[in-house]
């Protein structure tokens, strides 16, 4: 079946620790997107990309990072200068041009 | 630019009682709208979208909205719930014919319902 994995799916990091969340799908979708989910915050936009090789900042960039070097993954890289990096992180993609998301099912990291 | 205000962050209901969750926008052109839910450490789910045509939009699990523009808004509601239908709710927008700009979401409603 098609759709979008993400792993791991609970990740622990120190405080100064880069770690890499990886994004990966199977529906050969143009777009993908990265948001950031904290308790009564909604989500948030960290960054997306419409196409290979290409990114945009979306609200909450600093201190993420991300590669698009293939259609069917978007990995994200918190660094260490994401000051309050905990938090549950979703990746969703879309082809439709009526902006209809599939999500995965989340990435929660806990900074320890 | 587009922005969401989902007027309760809570909602708490009986089991078999009808529901109402309220979404307003704003935004200057026309808009794309959508209802997700999302269970507990899941993922989003479209529940129902409205792109155009009748106000009025059937989704999954029983909900439905009505868009309305003259009142920015667009509610679900559901006539009867159930237990399982405990989850958190969000309600976002995209401007019409705007490729895939990020959808822009509400903060959120948690609907509990109780037995």
């Known amino acids: 079946d098609g759709g979008i994995t993400q792993s791991p799916k609970y990740l622990f990091r120190k405080e100064g620790q880069n770690v890499t969340l990886s994004c990966e799908q199977n529906l050969n979708h143009d777009a993908m997107y990265w948001y950031r989910q904290d308790p009564g915050q909604g989500l948030r936009l960290i960054y997306y990309s419409q196409i290979v090789n290409d990114f945009q900042k979306g609200d909450i960039a600093e201190g993420y990072s991300v590669s698009r070097e293939k259609k069917e993954s978007f990995p994200l890289t918190v660094t260490s200068a994401q000051k309050n990096p905990t938090a549950f992180y979703l990746c969703?993609?879309?082809?439709?041009?009526?902006?209809?998301?599939?999500f995965g099912a989340g990435s929660r990291l806990t900074v320890l | 630019a587009q922005s969401v205000t989902q007027l309760d962050s809570q909602v708490p209901v009986f089991e078999e009682a009808p529901v109402e969750l309220r979404c307003n926008y704003s935004s200057s052109v026309s808009v794309y709208l959508f209802w997700y839910v999302q269970y507990p450490n899941q993922g989003l789910q479209l529940l129902l979208k409205y792109l155009s045509g009748s106000t009025l939009v059937k989704g999954i699990n029983g909900f439905e909205a009505e868009f309305n523009k003259s009142q920015t808004s667009f509610h679900l509601r559901k006539p009867s719930v159930h237990i399982s239908d405990t989850a958190e709710y969000f309600c976002a927008v995209s401007p019409v014919y705007s490729g895939n700009t990020p959808l822009v979401f509400g903060k959120g409603t948690r609907l509990s319902v109780i037995a």
């Open positions: 969703a993609s879309t082809n439709s041009g009526a902006n209809v998301l599939t």
